[in-house]
């Protein structure tokens, strides 16, 4: 009953209810629109950074933290039996760290010397590009942004310095064989790849790694001693961070767009209260209960959210599905700026996202639906009746 005649009023009103209807709906749209934006990124991230650098996840060496060059140089051992039979099934594969100073074009440059099987198929790098090379002193794999940073190209030669782990320097040419076009910038920005058994050459360090890389399914292992698994979660979190403090400025923008549909509302609900003063006196005259009168205008108000749903759906669903199919073209590569982030990206809705907003939306919908109605509740049918309901 409350209901047949909510939804007559609300209809009833016409333009009023369109305009409400038409910015809830807009401020929805661009709720979810810019929330799954934010997911899309975080995938991407996640996807690129499974699919180039750690596929199943990976176990560290007790002394290794990448952010710490320092650890570097106590960061390796040989493995652990477990692990090193994970290796010889070709279910994992070990890298070896090591800092190093490369000269490109007589430049000093810090970089991260990297050692990796060529022959490793776990994750998509180019690695193979490092084998065969018996002619050259140190065959090396760098990414495009290390190229564009050295000045160098395929087939140009630079001295590499570093320290082995009797604390000797050395020096020798290294060669780039293959420049890799990867979006993930942490095997970019910064860092050389050599073959594995070079490095553990190269560093006096036989058979020994930093950290060790395995498929994608394959169980956590035991007997590890003290070597650090390393899950996917733990491994992106960085980009959870960046993609998180960015969120703040994404959610003012949440507020202002929903304090300026909570307005309209609340507006729309008080001049409603205002003009049909007599009609909620006849009502209580009638015999409808205070509360029930009051719960009929914050149902009216609450509709707005359900038409709101449905205006989104119609409205702006095919521009949703459309950027969820096709994706955004993104105008600067944000690669450079040591962001795993897609140069077309795509939005990841999802059945939470779209049931939280959904439940944020309405409940906002109905408090400014409730407070202008509370009034109702101290009128008298009386006042009401000669047009005193909103003095």
Do not use: C
Request: hydrophobic share 50%.
């Amino acid at each position: 009953m409350l209901f047949k005649i909510a939804l007559k009023n609300l209809l009833g009103a016409r333009l009023r209810t369109f305009l409400n209807v038409l910015v809830t709906a807009f401020s929805f749209f661009l709720i979810l629109f810019m929330s799954a934006m934010y997911n899309g990124m975080l995938e991407h991230a996640k996807q690129v950074t499974m699919d180039t650098e750690i596929a199943g996840g990976a176990y560290w060496h007790p002394e290794y933290d990448p952010l710490d060059p320092m650890t570097f140089e106590e960061a390796h051992s040989a493995l652990p039996g477990v692990l090193q039979s994970l290796v010889d099934q070709k279910k994992a594969f070990p890298v070896l760290v090591s800092q190093a100073s490369i000269y490109p074009g007589g430049r000093i440059m810090p970089a991260i010397m990297k050692g990796i099987p060529p022959d490793q198929n776990i994750v998509n790098m180019p690695t193979d590009a490092l084998a065969g090379h018996d002619d050259i002193a140190i065959p090396v794999l760098i990414g495009k942004g290390m190229a564009s940073n050295t000045k160098l190209n395929v087939g140009d030669s630079f001295t590499i310095r570093w320290l082995d782990t009797d604390r000797t320097y050395d020096a020798d040419e290294g060669t780039v064989v293959h420049i890799m076009d990867t979006e993930n910038f942490k095997l970019d920005m910064g860092h050389i790849w050599i073959p594995l058994e070079k490095a553990q050459t190269m560093l006096a360090m036989e058979e020994e790694a930093t950290y060790v890389t395995y498929e994608k399914g394959l169980p956590s292992v035991q007997d590890k001693n003290d070597w650090i698994p390393r899950d996917i979660n733990y491994l992106v979190q960085d980009m959870e961070a960046i993609i998180a403090a960015d969120k703040p400025g994404a959610q003012i923008m949440y507020i202002i767009l929903l304090a300026l549909a909570a307005m309209g509302i609340f507006n729309a609900q008080v001049l409603s209260i205002f003009h049909r003063g007599r009609e909620i006196g006849t009502l209580m005259a009638i015999g409808m209960t205070r509360p029930r009168v009051v719960g009929l205008f914050t149902l009216e108000g609450g509709l707005n959210a359900v038409l709101a749903a449905v205006a989104t759906l119609i409205f702006f669903g095919p521009v949703l599905w459309y950027f969820g199919v096709y994706g955004i073209p993104l105008p600067i590569d944000y690669t450079e700026m040591g962001m795993i982030v897609a140069k077309r990206l795509i939005p990841v809705y999802t059945i939470g996202l779209v049931v939280s907003t959904t439940i944020l939306v309405s409940i906002i919908v109905l408090i400014v639906s409730y407070l202008p109605s509370r009034r109702i509740a101290r009128m008298k049918p009386t006042d009401a009746l000669r047009g005193k309901a909103v003095a």
